[in-house]
């Protein structure tokens, strides 16, 4: 298992490290964070998928144990480039130690996380992505996913066309992309940019997205 990986499960208080429990669900999600490492936004995340009756993994990108503020945007993207960057490595191991005890493996990425969310579903080893916007997918749209994946991009991005990427994600298939009026992180609580209404709406697309392999993959009693 990957160090400094945090696990949730229903009826589980708080986090754990996954050395210490085992498996308890059928359906796994694997969450991954921002370039500010595991913060209140991504525990929340994770809490959420909980509550849908998902056991959680949320793996460290990199060693901290405080997360950088949002403030510290340029600081904190240095240092996930030095010491990350875009490969799925630590991902598809960490789906490869899950892959026999679940029915189920869910990846959620946002932004750069969502990025190696993309990168992970040409593994074969998951059984769908949810990137939420990963600008940075752009990049590597010669990589087809192996299972379903939904991509969730905002309207207005400084640093790229979204509008040009939807176009080009459409065309692939086995991908949803779904583009919101919206601002980079309006999905997250404590962001500047963040939309409730909007962030309700993403919430009901990906349960749809969700009950779709779900469905495929369990038995009748499961819940979103």
Not at 70 to 97: I, K, M, W
Request: with cysteine; net charge negative.
């Amino acid at each position: 298992m990957i160090k400094d990986t945090v696990f949730f499960a229903p009826g589980v208080s708080g986090g754990s490290n996954t050395s210490s429990l085992a498996s308890r669900h059928r359906r796994a999600a694997i969450i991954l964070h921002e370039i500010y490492g595991i913060n209140a936004h991504i525990q929340r995340a994770g809490h959420e998928w909980m509550t849908r009756g998902f056991d959680i993994y949320i793996p460290a990108l990199f060693p901290h144990h405080t997360p950088f503020r949002y403030e510290q945007q340029e600081e904190a993207y240095r240092h996930f480039s030095a010491n990350v960057g875009f490969d799925p490595a630590v991902v598809t191991t960490l789906l490869h130690d899950l892959r026999t005890q679940y029915e189920t493996l869910i990846v959620v990425g946002y932004s750069v996380g969502a990025t190696l969310a993309w990168l992970s579903a040409a593994s074969g080893l998951c059984d769908g992505v949810i990137c939420y916007y990963g600008s940075r997918i752009r990049q590597y749209l010669h990589l087809a996913p192996l299972c379903p994946a939904l991509v969730i991009i905002a309207r207005y991005e400084p640093a790229f066309d979204p509008l040009a990427m939807r176009q080009a994600l459409e065309k692939r298939p086995r991908v949803q992309c779904k583009m919101y009026d919206a601002r980079h992180g309006f999905c997250d609580a404590d962001s500047a940019t963040f939309d409730a209404a909007l962030s309700h709406q993403v919430m009901d697309d990906v349960s749809a997205f969700i009950r779709d392999i779900t469905c495929a993959n369990t038995s009748p009693d499961f819940q979103l």
